[in-house]
């Protein structure tokens, strides 16, 4: 079992930074695959960004691609989401998430189903 606590959530103003961290337990957290999500208020959870097992290989959404940078140190069980130059409607809760899975594509590391462990979320506000 995989425990998710994401941290580094506040209020910013637009064109602000922000770094979340997510901090997983257990002694697995090198063989994970893992990625952010998001879900503003009365809009689907979507996905942000994902990193492999060892962090050499990202991918992002097109709507934070140039402004958010995710990166892991498996030495501290910690994926950190950087977030640059935040719009507001980068307003959302901000979800971590954890994956067992093989080849990774753009399609699988969007997809929520193929992730097995998930974080409460933390909030991030912007405004204008």
């Known amino acids: 079992q995989v425990q998710l606590v994401e941290s580094g959530g506040g209020l910013v103003q637009a064109g602000d930074s922000l770094r979340l961290a997510c901090a997983a337990s257990?002694?697995?957290?090198?063989?994970?695959?893992m990625g952010w999500f998001r879900q503003a208020p009365g809009k689907q959870r979507e996905f942000v960004a994902a990193i492999s097992w060892k962090g050499g290989t990202t991918y992002y959404a097109d709507s934070v691609k140039g402004r958010f940078t995710i990166s892991r140190d498996n030495a501290k069980n910690t994926v950190y989401l950087q977030m640059n130059s935040l719009k507001p409607d980068d307003a959302a809760v901000y979800y971590c998430?954890?994956?067992?899975?093989?080849?990774?594509?753009?399609?699988?590391?969007?997809?929520?189903?193929?992730?097995?462990?998930w974080g409460q979320g933390t909030q991030v506000t912007v405004s204008s």
């Open positions: 998430a954890a994956g067992r899975f093989g080849p990774m594509n753009t399609v699988v590391v969007g997809r929520e189903q193929s992730y097995d462990y």
């Open positions: 257990g002694r697995t957290f090198s063989s994970l695959v």
